[in-house]
């Protein structure tokens, strides 16, 4: 099993940087695939970023260019976000799942695992 945590989220100016943390605990095994999601309120909980087993990294088109999705050899998982806008503000949450997500960020019903969110708010 996987216990996922975030951390990094706060209060910043339109334009400015976030850098997003998800640590893992318990089997990295089953974080086979990883990615960040976000939720503003009202809305549906939308895909932003996610990372293959492979190294491979995928972007939902609103964020390409200004965020930075990583992760490091203990399966932690990170997101840099620069040129912050306000249509940024939601709740983040890191998913992990130990299927291989194909081609893509794939959908909330793809995770297994969630950590708690963590909140950004991007003031104009």
């Known amino acids: 099993q996987v216990q996922l945590v975030e951390s990094g989220g706060g209060s910043v100016q339109a334009g400015g940087s976030l850098r997003l943390s998800c640590v893992v605990f318990g089997n990295t095994y089953y974080a086979y695939s990883m990615a960040w999601f976000r939720q503003a309120p009202g809305k549906k909980r939308e895909g932003v970023a996610g990372i293959a087993s492979d190294g491979g990294t995928y972007y939902s088109d609103s964020v390409k260019g200004r965020f930075t999705i990583s992760q490091d050899n203990a399966k932690n998982l990170y997101l840099q976000m620069n040129s912050l806008k306000p249509e940024d503000t939601a709740m983040y949450y890191c998913?992990?799942?130990?299927?291989?997500?194909?081609?893509?960020?794939?959908?909330?019903?793809?995770?297994?695992?969630w950590g708690q969110g963590t909140q950004v708010t991007v003031f104009s």
């Open positions: 998913a992990a799942t130990y299927h291989t997500v194909v081609g893509g960020i794939g959908l909330t019903d793809d995770y297994n695992y």
